[in-house]
Every structure is written in C-alpha cells, then in structure tokens.
C-alpha cells in the first residue's frame, strides 16, 4: 500500500500562486508514475500534471506554461506549483500514484489517491 497526503491548499486571488505538496510512504518502490487531478461537481476528475520516476514530465494543455511539477527523492514528496492561477482553476486538487503501463492522464489507472486539497482561486 501506498499513502498520499496532500497539503498546500486554499484561497487566492487570480494571479496568485499556490504550492502543493504530496508526501508518498509505504511500498512507494512500486510507484512509477505521481499524478495531480482536479476535479469540480459535476464533472469529471482531470489529468493536470504527473512526473515519473525518471524525470519525465507531463501537463495538460491548459496549464503549460503556468504550473510545473517536481519531485524530492528524499523526501518521497511531489510539488506542484501554481503561477498566474485563474478562477478556472478552482477545484479540489488530489495527488495520485501509479506503477508502469497506462496515461498518465486517465484518473482510472491509478491505484493510490490522496484525500484532496481545495484550491479556490477569485476573481
């Protein structure tokens, strides 16, 4: 099993910048790919960023440019910051993980979630 914690939530105004934060523990070896979705009522949880173990990193085309995601091997913890943040962006952001094989993008191939962080970004 595999634990995620996610912290770094809250609210800003648009333009602003938050950082979030998921620490991984338990049998992390088996992790290979770290995922950030965010998902609002209604809709469908969303691919927003993932990054695997080797460095690779990946982004949905509506935050290239604006959010960037990192990892700390030391500290098992995924970052991802957020800059020039729009109200769009509001949601419940969660931190996932997963071993080889599928999208990155697609919520359904992941085995771990975290509980979630709500991010709420003003106009």
């Known amino acids: 099993q595999v634990q995620l914690v996610e912290s770094g939530g809250g609210s800003v105004q648009a333009g602003g910048s938050l950082r979030l934060s998921c620490a991984a523990s338990g049998y992390t070896y088996s992790v290979n790919l770290m995922g950030w979705f965010r998902q609002v009522p209604g809709k469908e949880r969303e691919g927003v960023a993932a990054?695997?173990?080797?460095?690779?990193?990946y982004y949905a085309d509506s935050v290239v440019g604006r959010f960037t995601i990192s990892q700390d091997y030391a500290k098992n913890t995924v970052y991802l910051q957020m800059n020039s943040l729009k109200p769009e962006d509001t949601a419940m952001y969660y931190c996932?993980?997963?071993?080889?094989?599928?999208?990155?993008?697609?919520?359904?191939?992941?085995?771990?979630w975290g509980q979630g962080t709500q991010v709420t970004v003003s106009s």
């Open positions: 990054i695997q173990t080797n460095g690779i990193r």
């Open positions: 996932a993980a997963k071993g080889y094989g599928g999208s990155w993008y697609q919520s359904r191939g992941y085995n771990y």
